[in-house]
């Protein structure tokens, strides 16, 4: 159990790093270019500080900065609820620095590289304002991906965003959880080839896991995947009517949670699991409307509420087969794009659990319980967040207030991977973030 709480800390504490590149685009006099020849450098950034307060304890990563979700409540001696206790900090971490670099010495082919880093380093999980590691002020890699792009396609490799995730329908918060964990999306090392015909556009991707890998057995660890011999596939189609654009896609993986038993055997184990989304990105002169809908299978990996658990067990070999725990979601971010910009994001994820039961520990020995319910946060029964919004906009400042009000039910996990008995508890955050981009 202790090793699954340590993988769990350790994929909130990444999930962190994903809003600082969800900038929107800076203006062309933030803007540095660099040409020479055929060659063309880009360099971009943001310098942004950030400021929060919340009304009681909250799970969350970087200094408190990207909340998940309340803490669930904790009752001392006397009855009172340890958690409700409210926090508060500032902090200008997530500084960052793009460099794109485009050759075009081969026209009509285009190739460019792209980098981005920041400044923000390893930062420690926080829980009850217990941080388990911190280390910040270290430079860290986040994209770094090649292009090829001709008239109707474009060929990418690299790490860039997971294709669950479109920026160009994405929730615009001032927060810094751009609202995760309803709306799951991280980096991933993938190719990625698309294609382009009139108003439609097609994606095919083969990714793997690095930084955010499932859970399992040994807890957060790319090995799964790799045992499993099959790159994670995606597949989506985007089409454009007017200003509009609509887009669909499946995401299609395979884990091989183990490959030998706890009694010795080798075995064949895997875990199929399927992830759907659909999503609308809607114009209307100046109001902006993102909409989304997800149903996804074992969604660990896209740092969304669920996982996968043991099915069935041979008590003769330990052979086991697992069972996918579902989960939907849906949310929609509407804004009105001006230099006085109000916003507003209304957003929920449920657990659905799986649709057989499920075995949620193993007693390997007496005294001994093995944990086989790989999820992340399996007892929360669903999350839902509202936030309104405003900012300012001077040349290339911005300053952005956010009330951000996020609500958890927490409960007991049930034989079939749902939440019982659940007790619902919220948390008020007032978010500010002055940026400054170049």
């Not at 360099?43 to 909250?58: C, E, I, P, T, Y």
């Not at 294609?195 to 439609?200: G, Y």
């Not at 929360?380 to 967040?385: L, P, S, T, V």
């Amino acid at each position: 159990m202790k090793r699954l709480n340590r993988a769990v800390i350790l994929l909130l504490t990444l999930a962190h790093t994903c809003y600082a590149v969800r900038v929107r685009p800076l203006p062309e006099t933030a803007r540095a270019h660099i040409t020479h020849g055929f060659y063309d450098l880009l360099l971009a950034g943001f310098v942004r500080h950030n400021a929060f307060a919340d009304s009681r304890q909250v799970v969350s990563s970087q200094q408190g900065l990207y909340l998940f979700f309340p803490e669930k409540k904790i009752y001392d001696a006397c009855g009172k609820d340890i958690n409700a206790r409210g926090q508060s900090n500032m902090c200008v971490l997530d500084t960052s620095l793009h460099m794109r670099v485009q050759n075009t010495a081969c026209e009509p082919i285009i190739m460019r590289g792209v980098i981005n880093v920041d400044f923000i380093g390893p930062v420690g999980f926080v829980r009850n304002v217990r941080s388990v590691f911190a280390n910040t002020g270290a430079l860290r890699m986040r994209f770094a991906y090649a292009e090829i792009e001709k008239d109707w396609w474009t060929f990418t490799a690299g790490q860039l965003w997971t294709p669950m995730y479109l920026p160009c329908c994405a929730p615009d918060t001032v927060s810094y959880n751009n609202g995760s964990p309803i709306d799951p999306y991280t980096w991933i090392p993938q190719i990625r080839f698309t294609t382009r015909h009139d108003r439609f556009t097609f994606v095919a991707v083969a990714s793997s896991q690095l930084i955010y890998p499932s859970l399992g057995p040994q807890g957060a660890t790319p090995l799964y995947i790799r045992r499993a011999m099959m790159p994670n596939m995606h597949f989506q189609a985007q089409a454009r009517v007017k200003e509009h654009t609509f887009c669909a896609g499946i995401d299609i993986l395979r884990l091989a949670p183990r490959i030998v038993t706890n009694k010795g055997y080798k075995v064949h184990e895997s875990i199929m699991s399927a992830r759907f989304f659909a999503l609308a990105s809607l114009r209307f002169g100046k109001v902006h409307c993102n909409m989304k809908a997800l149903a996804m299978q074992n969604p660990s990996d896209l740092l969304a509420t669920g996982g996968y658990a043991v099915r069935t067990v041979n008590p003769t070999t330990d052979r086991r087969t697992y069972a996918n725990l579902r989960t939907a979601g849906a949310w929609m971010d509407i804004a009105y794009k001006a230099a006085i910009e109000p916003g507003l994001f209304v957003g929920g994820i449920k657990n659905l659990g799986a649709d057989t039961h499920i075995i949620k520990s193993i007693e390997r020995s007496p005294g001994i319980v093995e944990p086989t319910l790989y999820s992340y946060a399996p007892d929360i029964g669903y999350i839902a967040r509202v936030s309104p919004r405003v900012r300012f906009f001077w040349d290339t400042i911005e300053l952005g207030l956010e009330l951000e009000y996020t609500r958890a039910s927490y409960g007991t996990v049930t034989c079939e991977g749902k939440v019982a008995n659940a007790t619902s508890v919220g948390n008020v955050r007032f978010v500010s973030a002055l940026t400054y981009t170049f």
